[in-house]
């Protein structure tokens, strides 16, 4: 990790909403803005995917009031919204997970998408029109993005078949994935979930747009790092790395290895959030976060593998539909819209990442005597 950056004033976010703020990313944003907060709320249904018991979390901020509910429910929104009117919602609600999305379609358009219009709903009933609306999207929305021949022409090549992943073509002939940017990269989702995120946004917008509210929307890329689901098998590749190679197993490679991410620090995540909240834009603000690096999904495995001495990540030549090929982006439009940049290196966060998990080992350890 680089250097801590200047000291800034703290934002006074005022009252504020946070849906699904119980997981990964809100409990991080809550341990930095919920006790500058008049008030913080989060509401969270504590699904089991995501909470192994249904019980607040200890990563929780004692300062945040948990309010236990589904955001596809309206009288969990009428009874939340009686007496309290927050300045700010971070939309952090969501079902994740590619290939999840394809098998239970249903399940991530109810939470996703009508989640999201219950909300909307939900405020309009109770006559409350925040000052901000903050919505954490996701990279998914762009699909495939972006890509470019040999003589420099452009293209978007949409979703790999499952005809093209199951003969092994991994990638488009004689072209390069270029990084994506809220700026130029059109969103062509290829999975489900990318399209319900790209729904959330349009939704949002919309309402925003009719309301004179401002809104933030953060595409986030490949998120890791210290809180992170150990139970769930949707919550991202790092920890699932982690877990494999810390019981001396090699690690499996889809498709020959060479897919990349941008793989993003939750602290440089809940950083940005803090920044999107401390410097609301005047209407709409779109940006994307991660680290701007792109790296192979063989080069993760092997630093994992490396950190615990595990025998080298192996090939398997398997794939998942919907996935894309590649995944990276480009950080300088961010870089100018927020006070913030990314502080956490790869090798830096997997090595933090692999002491938490130790720490949660130990925790559960059977004592003896």
């Keep these: 990790m680089t250097s801590d950056p ?3 004033a703290s934002p006074r976010p005022g009252s504020v909403l946070v849906t699904g703020g119980a997981g990964f990313i809100g409990c991080a944003l809550a341990e930095r803005l919920a006790p500058l907060a008049d008030r913080w709320v989060v509401l969270d249904n504590l699904h089991p995917q995501v909470h192994a018991v249904s019980e607040r979390p200890a990563a929780l901020h004692d300062a945040a009031q948990l309010v236990v509910g589904d955001v596809t429910d309206p009288a969990a929104w009428d009874s939340l919204l ?23 379609s249903s399940r991530h358009g109810r939470v996703n998408v009508v989640g999201t219009t219950e909300l ?5 009933r109770a006559g409350v029109v925040p000052a901000q609306l903050v919505l954490t999207s996701s990279r998914a929305v762009y699909g495939e993005g972006t890509w470019r021949r040999a003589d420099g022409s452009r293209f978007q090549p949409g979703a790999r078949t499952h005809a093209q992943l199951a003969a092994g073509l991994w990638d488009f002939p004689d072209a390069e994935h270029l990084p994506n940017s809220a700026a130029e990269t059109v969103p062509a989702p290829s999975s489900v979930y990318g399209s319900t995120k790209l729904a959330q946004e349009h939704i949002l917008s919309s309402w925003a747009g009719s309301h004179d509210t401002s809104l933030s929307v953060l595409r986030l890329q490949n998120v890791y790092g210290v809180g992170q689901s150990l139970t769930n098998p949707y919550t991202g590749i ?10 001396g197993r090699s690690i499996p490679l889809y498709e020959d290895g060479e897919i990349t991410r941008d793989f993003v620090f939750i602290d ?6 803090v920044a999107a909240i401390a410097s609301p834009p005047e209407r709409f603000r779109l940006v994307d976060v991660g680290t701007g690096t792109r790296t192979t999904i063989r080069d993760l495995a092997r630093t994992v593998a490396d950190f615990h001495g595990a025998p080298a990540p192996h090939v398997t030549g398997q794939f998942r539909d919907g996935d894309v ?3 990276a982006c480009d950080i300088t439009e961010t870089l100018g819209a927020l006070d913030w940049s990314p502080r956490w290196g790869l090798a830096d966060g997997i090595a933090a990442l692999q002491g938490w998990i130790a720490q949660q080992a130990a925790a559960e350890a059977p004592t003896s005597g």
């Design 6 to 8: 200047t000291l800034r």
């Design 82 to 104: 009686t007496g309290f009117r927050p300045d700010v919602v971070v939309h952090l609600a969501a079902e994740t997970g590619t290939a999840q999305s394809l098998s239970e």
């Design 120 to 124: 909307l709903d939900g405020l309009t």
């Design 238 to 247: 790092v920890s699932l790395f982690s877990q494999m190679a810390r019981g």
């Design 268 to 273: 440089d995540v809940a950083d940005a959030l």
């Design 325 to 327: 090929r590649h995944a």
